[in-house]
């Protein structure tokens, strides 16, 4: 079974900053990547950043210097630090797990809109 939640979205202001959290705590498998993904309205699905079960990570050119992605293995949960803000960031944003054989699992996405 696998069940995560995604939380730390909201309206924030140019600059600002945001937490997005996905905690997948209760799920049953064994997680090796994981990755955040946005979608604005009107656009594909981009991915954001990622991070490997090998320690690797990798940003978008978009947000690198911005955003930083970091998992806590003990809580199964993946974080994404989105400084400096701004309104092209707005999106809702989607945590996506892989597990050891690289079956993927999307999270259910929250909403991120930076606007003045």
């Known amino acids: 079974q696998v069940h995560f939640v995604e939380s730390g979205g909201g309206l924030v202001q140019p600059g600002e900053s945001l937490t997005l959290s996905c905690d997948a705590s209760r799920t049953q498998i064994n997680i090796y990547g994981m990755e955040w993904y946005r979608q604005a309205p009107g656009t594909k699905r981009e991915l954001v950043a990622y991070t490997t079960g090998g320690g690797k990570t990798d940003y978008a050119a978009s947000v690198r210097g911005r955003f930083t992605i970091s998992r806590d293995n003990a809580k199964n949960t993946v974080y994404l630090q989105m400084n400096n803000l701004k309104p092209e960031d707005t999106a809702v944003y989607y945590c996506?797990?892989?597990?050891?054989?690289?079956?993927?699992?999307w999270g259910q996405g929250t909403q991120v809109t930076v606007s003045s």
């Open positions: 996506y797990l892989t597990d050891v054989n690289l079956v993927g699992y």
